[in-house]
């Protein structure tokens, strides 16, 4: 596995670490048990890292020295693709030959690597991206600023090279085969998963249905451990704050739903979990700004990351999960979300909307107007019946996601690199 710009020990929700750092953990982890030895390649961001550490068994984390030990941003990351390579290819020639039968790049800049490495090593590189920059600029926030050219130049080669890409939901295959040419019976689609064990309603033993009471008895068990009032409306965004992930369309959405009613103010509150992510860190200054000029900074609070299974506190303890993001190649944190049995009022976008079944699970929202979130949030916060309904129902969706289903779609895509006559499609 190839993972150069952020490592899969670093904890998710902050800079460069989110969704691909948790897939990769967990995909790594399965593809273990399912006898494939894994190691990941990650740039060392500081000189303390070990040279490698073990992330679970049969898995084994590689720091590569490639660039200052710091974190650097990740546009400038391209300046550090030949040491990142060059140190791949050594560790390599270390082992016996033929070692590794394949390459996984995760994201275009290890897509780079596995371009030149699967060519030493003739090997099949298979590729996931992760997030396409072409798809990204169609839909930037105010004041995010557009992917630079080079990424979009790197992109489309690693997309002509790879031996086989996998996309994450349908509408991903469509824009890698419809935007970068890729060759369609070189797309898979194989969603991400969800870990169902950290990530289910409190309180329950695993598995079994939910009966009627669970969801609320489970709210009140997270809200206790979080020191969070047992009454009250809780409104949550989880993930790396940044204008694509558009916290601030949460805040807004929450001072429209006191001016429509002013008594809420005794009972809302909003909790944002996760740190500044992308160039400009000033951001999460701006949303406490933002907070503070909507009048309700008395309303918001702002938590670090947090590791997953206390953010499966902060999913129970919710009411309502707001994903209002301008795009998202998957989402995770709306699975997550409603694997805990917390309904998901989400933007209409991308992966979104494979995750989110509108009506069912969740909620969700056409457009970017914080009115119509607010609309949205007013429905499900008046309505009991409608909640518990969708809460029932975003438990069932989520079932569907596991991420062993997931590593069994990779391996099949693996098998087709690896043999492509052999495997039927
Ligand atoms: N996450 C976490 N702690 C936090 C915030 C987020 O572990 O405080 C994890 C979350 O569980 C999810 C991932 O970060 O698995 C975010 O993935 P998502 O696909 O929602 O967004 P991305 O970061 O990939 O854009």
Redesign the pocket.
């Known amino acids: 596995m190839l993972s150069m710009h952020t490592s899969p020990l670093e ?3 902050t800079g460069d670490a ?3 750092n ?1 897939y990769v953990v967990e995909l790594s982890r399965q593809l273990a048990r399912h006898g494939v030895e894994v190691e990941v390649f990650t740039r060392a961001v500081s000189s303390r890292v070990p040279a490698t550490a073990q992330l679970a068994p049969g898995v084994t984390v590689r720091h590569v020295d490639a660039g200052p030990f710091e974190e650097v941003r990740r546009e400038d990351l391209p300046a550090w693709l030949c040491a990142f390579t060059a140190d791949v290819l050594r560790t390599e020639a270390g082992h016996e030959p033929g070692w590794f039968d394949l390459i996984h790049s995760h994201y275009w800049l290890s897509g780079q690597v596995a371009r030149a490495a699967a060519r030493r090593w003739a090997v099949p590189f298979v590729h996931t991206s992760h997030t396409l920059a072409k798809v990204k600029n169609d839909a930037l926030a105010v004041g995010d600023r557009p992917e630079p050219a080079g990424r979009l130049h790197g992109e489309q080669e690693v997309v002509a090279d790879a031996t086989r890409l996998i996309a994450s939901t349908a509408e991903e295959r469509a824009h890698l085969i419809g935007l970068y040419g890729a060759a369609p019976d070189r797309v898979d689609v194989v969603a991400p998963g969800v870990d169902l064990t950290v990530f289910r309603p409190g309180g329950r033993g695993g598995g079994g249905p939910v009966r009627p009471g669970d969801i609320a008895a489970s709210r009140a068990r997270s809200r206790l451990r979080l020191g969070l009032e047992a009454d009250g409306e809780l409104l949550l965004f ?3 704050i940044q204008p694509l992930k558009a916290p601030d369309i949460l805040l807004h959405a929450t001072a429209e739903l006191l001016r429509r009613d002013p008594s809420r103010r005794a009972r809302l509150s909003v909790a944002v ?2 740190g500044p992510s992308g160039a400009g860190l000033e951001q999460p200054d701006a949303l406490v700004k933002l907070a503070a000029d909507l009048g309700i900074s008395d309303l918001v609070r702002f938590q670090p ?4 299974p206390e ?1 499966a506190h902060w999913y129970r303890a919710a009411d309502a999960v707001v994903v209002p993001s301008h795009s ?1 190649s ?4 709306a699975l ?1 979300a409603q694997a805990c049995g917390t309904p998901v009022v989400a933007a209409a976008v991308g992966g979104l909307r494979t995750a989110v079944a509108d009506g069912v699970s969740g909620l969700l929202v056409p457009g970017h107007d914080p009115l119509r979130y607010a609309d949205a949030l007013d429905r499900l916060l008046r309505q009991p019946r409608l909640r518990a309904r969708l809460a029932a129902g975003a438990i069932e969706r989520a079932a569907g996601f596991g991420w062993s289903a997931t590593a069994r779609g990779v391996l099949h895509s693996y098998q087709h690199a690896l043999h492509p006559t052999a495997v039927a499609v």
Request: aromatic content about 4%; charged content about 15%.
């Open positions: 904890q998710p929700g989110g969704g691909l948790v989880v993930g790396r979990v996760g990351p947090a590791p997953q953010l998202e998957f989402g995770l944190v997550e």
